[in-house]
């Protein structure tokens, strides 16, 4: 079955450093998105991204964050400068015809900021 | 705001059990709803989807309900097995195409 994979799995960074989260979605999916779970919290959505767009972000997705599709498959989200509190699971999730038919999620990367 | 609520937050039954898992949601304009299995650590897998227009789903041992009215899902597990450990996630689509809204969870544990 298709999946949608994630790098790193963990990535430990030191406070104020830039971070590039990667994923690879399915091959015929056109709609990606970004969630996190910050530890014993519920599941918060980050960005939506369609046609090289972002298509909706949320309050958290501020100008530290931005998302890119740099060469047709990978799907990327950079945090420029860590904050302790960006400590969470990443997970991208992907879509073939829009959020309406369900998602497909990655195993996630857990960020750790020190 | 939709607000997705998950009762109870933990469950404990013996092997072989029966059980329910609870999910609502306090806008009853949704386009999906979603269930999906978290296993400590790891991603969200998708167990089952249901479109708004439909009653329930089912898929192996699993069948869920969507009563979109009383803003209601349940999530029934039968003959539960060990393997069966893990947090279980309900998540509403709303209407208007804005994101998926999720719940904290119901971590269950089947025990041998």
């Known amino acids: 079955e298709p999946e949608v994979t994630q790098t790193p799995s963990h990535q430990v960074t030191q406070m104020g450093q830039e971070v590039i989260l990667r994923c690879v979605p399915i091959s015929n999916h056109l709609y990606f998105y970004w969630y996190r779970q910050i530890l014993g919290q519920k599941v918060e959505f980050l960005v939506s991204f369609y046609n090289n767009e972002i298509s909706e972000k949320s309050e958290i997705f501020d100008d530290q964050f931005s998302v890119e599709r740099p060469d047709g498959s990978n799907f990327t989200l950079k945090i420029r400068s860590t904050k302790l509190e960006d400590s969470a699971m990443y997970f991208c999730?992907?879509?073939?015809?829009?959020?309406?038919?369900?998602?497909?999620f990655g195993s996630g990367t857990r960020l750790t900021v020190v | 705001k939709q607000e997705v609520t998950q009762i109870p937050a933990a469950l404990s039954v013996p092997e072989g059990e029966n059980l329910v898992l609870n999910c609502s949601f306090t806008d009853s304009a949704i386009y999906n709803l979603q269930w999906f299995r978290q296993d400590p650590g790891k991603g969200l897998t998708s167990l089952l989807l249901?479109?708004?227009?439909?009653r329930e789903q089912t898929s192996g041992r699993l069948n869920a309900s969507l009563d979109k009215s009383s803003g209601r899902s349940t999530l029934y597990i039968a003959a539960s097995q060990p393997g069966d450990s893990a947090t279980y996630l309900c998540a509403v689509l709303p209407s208007g195409n804005t994101p998926l809204v999720f719940g904290k969870g119901t971590r269950l544990s089947v025990i041998a």
């Open positions: 249901i479109q708004s227009s439909q």
């Open positions: 999730a992907s879509s073939h015809k829009g959020a309406w038919y369900g998602y497909t």
